[in-house]
């Protein structure tokens, strides 16, 4: 007989509980980089459109106003949507460094990209990535993998799940789409890691510097392998990038060189920082698994509830292209917005009791924003869904008794505009490998 299961540990890193924040606005503070819950209570019931000075950006925290913004791409532009400012601007070094770039003139594509280039883009990025296909070819090795994973670390009865489990995970994925082998899946994390690093504004000379660096050698690596193709050719993403249909104007190093590291950062930072949201919430959440291991087919709303409370990416950026007025609030032309989806997926208009967990929340009455909305949608986001499914089937199945560490407490990501965790270390009950081990 088994033994009675440990209490569940207090979920640490975010108390907020749903009374809005009493101090002065700033996203950029302890408290709000810790837990920015309160902060956007606080705005959409006080300020739902208010200029933050010490980001000269204007933030927007109510679902209407977010999704009209997304959804008026003639009105505004997202030619700089991944990021609050430009790291590499305040750096001479680092702009020394990108001059050297073979990959000229620097083009902006998918997500950076306005009407009417955007559409070129993301048909052209859509029929390379060619996401149904994608996973069907993937979901039996996803699967797999998931199970390789957990027998590194289930007859312990504990792991540190980022490292573990929600890195190489998406990274498996994302060294598939490049046809590259689990060896690189280091280097191109390192890559991913600076770019979204540097995007985040919120980092010193010396990690820019190394970005500008990391920005070269992936392109060379890119421009390499378009050469190879081009050579000799490949019906892979990068192959079916290159081989644009006859009549149609066929994209450029550059351009290609762009797609390809939206593609590495998105296929991979959202992912990783989902699925660990998402164990989070099973192992901080009384009965929870219980729940899922009777009835697995309420894993997908689980999905959809953890991509409603914690969005992976915290907000996106648009600029005015004209003024714009806000239910009284008059935004001047070529101002930078913050479109904050942690905010607007908890909008009391839309969801009652929106600060709380309830896995039978109905998120089809309305849609959540985590992946965007319009035209600039994520593009791998029935990928990044499934992969989140197949995860956590397998994680309720065989960590039993899931719960977080007694005595290492979770450590929340540090980027700003990030919600995820940089350590997460979990307990469970001891299970056995699914493979037999091999002897060294």
């Given at each position: 007989?088994?033994?009675?299961?440990?209490?569940?540990?207090?979920?640490?890193?975010?108390?907020?509980?749903?009374?809005?924040?009493?101090?002065?606005?700033?996203?950029?503070?302890?408290?709000?980089?810790?837990?920015?819950?309160?902060?956007?209570?606080?705005?959409?019931?006080?300020?739902?459109?208010?200029?933050?000075?010490?980001?000269?950006?204007?933030?927007?925290?109510?679902?209407?106003?977010?999704?009209?913004?997304?959804?008026?791409?003639?009105?505004?532009?997202?030619?700089?949507?991944?990021?609050?400012?430009?790291?590499?601007?305040?750096?001479?070094?680092?702009?020394?460094?990108?001059?050297?770039?073979?990959?000229?003139?620097?083009?902006?594509?998918?997500?950076?990209?306005?009407?009417?280039?955007?559409?070129?883009?993301?048909?052209?990025?859509?029929?390379?990535?060619?996401?149904?296909?994608?996973?069907?070819?993937?979901?039996?090795?996803?699967?797999?993998?998931?199970?390789?994973?957990?027998?590194?670390?289930?007859?312990?009865?504990?792991?540190?799940?980022?490292?573990?489990?929600?890195?190489?995970?998406?990274?498996?994925?994302?060294?598939?789409?490049?046809?590259?082998?689990?060896?690189?899946?280091?280097?191109?994390?390192?890559?991913?890691?600076?770019?979204?690093?540097?995007?985040?504004?919120?980092?010193?000379?010396?990690?820019?510097?190394?970005?500008?660096?990391?920005?070269?050698?992936?392109?060379?690596?890119?421009?390499?392998?378009?050469?190879?193709?081009?050579?000799?050719?490949?019906?892979?993403?990068?192959?079916?990038?290159?081989?644009?249909?006859?009549?149609?104007?066929?994209?450029?190093?550059?351009?290609?060189?762009?797609?390809?590291?939206?593609?590495?950062?998105?296929?991979?930072?959202?992912?990783?920082?989902?699925?660990?949201?998402?164990?989070?919430?099973?192992?901080?959440?009384?009965?929870?698994?219980?729940?899922?291991?009777?009835?697995?087919?309420?894993?997908?709303?689980?999905?959809?509830?953890?991509?409603?409370?914690?969005?992976?990416?915290?907000?996106?950026?648009?600029?005015?292209?004209?003024?714009?007025?806000?239910?009284?609030?008059?935004?001047?032309?070529?101002?930078?917005?913050?479109?904050?989806?942690?905010?607007?997926?908890?909008?009391?208009?839309?969801?009652?009791?929106?600060?709380?967990?309830?896995?039978?929340?109905?998120?089809?009455?309305?849609?959540?924003?985590?992946?965007?909305?319009g035209i600039h949608a994520c593009a791998g986001q029935a990928l990044a869904r499934k992969e989140a499914v197949f995860t956590i089937e397998k994680v309720?199945?065989?960590?039993?008794?899931?719960?977080?560490?007694?005595?290492?407490?979770?450590?929340?990501?540090?980027?700003?505009?990030?919600?995820?965790?940089?350590?997460?270390?979990?307990?469970?009950?001891?299970?056995?490998?699914?493979?037999?081990?091999?002897?060294?």
């Amino acid at each position: 007989m088994s033994e009675a299961a440990p209490q569940k540990a207090q979920a640490s890193g975010c108390p907020f509980s749903g009374s809005a924040a009493a101090e002065p606005v700033s996203l950029l503070s302890p408290r709000a980089m810790s837990c920015p819950y309160g902060v956007y209570k606080q705005l959409r019931s006080e300020e739902p459109v208010k200029y933050l000075p010490d980001q000269n950006i204007w933030i927007v925290t109510r679902y209407d106003d977010v999704e009209y913004v997304l959804e008026n791409p003639e009105r505004f532009s997202a030619k700089e949507s991944p990021s609050s400012t430009n790291a590499y601007r305040a750096f001479p070094e680092a702009l020394a460094i990108l001059a050297q770039s073979r990959a000229v003139p620097r083009a902006r594509t998918l997500m950076l990209a306005d009407l009417p280039h955007h559409t070129r883009y993301r048909t052209t990025a859509q029929r390379a990535l060619a996401p149904a296909r994608t996973l069907k070819e993937f979901s039996p090795k996803l699967r797999t993998i998931v199970d390789e994973l957990i027998d590194g670390f289930c007859e312990s009865g504990r792991a540190e799940i980022v490292g573990a489990l929600s890195i190489p995970l998406p990274m498996a994925l994302v060294a598939h789409i490049f046809q590259v082998s689990p060896d690189w899946i280091s280097k191109l994390k390192g890559w991913s890691d600076s770019f979204f690093a540097a995007l985040s504004g919120s980092v010193g000379e010396k990690e820019v510097i190394k970005a500008a660096h990391d920005t070269l050698e992936f392109e060379n690596f890119i421009l390499d392998r378009i050469a190879e193709r081009r050579q000799t050719p490949v019906d892979d993403f990068l192959g079916r990038l290159i081989a644009q249909p006859e009549g149609e104007e066929k994209l450029t190093d550059p351009e290609i060189v762009n797609i390809c590291s939206q593609i590495l950062v998105g296929g991979n930072e959202s992912s990783i920082n989902m699925l660990s949201n998402l164990i989070y919430l099973i192992a901080t959440t009384e009965g929870l698994q219980q729940k899922l291991q009777a009835d697995p087919a309420r894993i997908p709303a689980l999905v959809e509830e953890s991509l409603r409370m914690e969005p992976p990416l915290q907000a996106m950026y648009r600029i005015t292209r004209h003024e714009e007025d806000f239910n009284g609030v008059k935004v001047p032309p070529n101002s930078k917005l913050m479109l904050n989806f942690g905010s607007a997926n908890r909008d009391e208009t839309y969801y009652q009791d929106g600060e709380s967990f309830d896995l039978d929340r109905d998120n089809r009455e309305t849609i959540h924003l985590a992946f965007g909305r319009g035209i600039h949608a994520c593009a791998g986001q029935a990928l990044a869904r499934k992969e989140a499914v197949f995860t956590i089937e397998k994680v309720i199945a065989r960590l039993p008794n899931l719960r977080l560490s007694t005595d290492l407490p979770p450590e929340r990501a540090p980027l700003f505009g990030v919600r995820g965790f940089r350590t997460l270390n979990v307990e469970f009950d001891p299970t056995p490998r699914m493979a037999p081990a091999v002897n060294q």
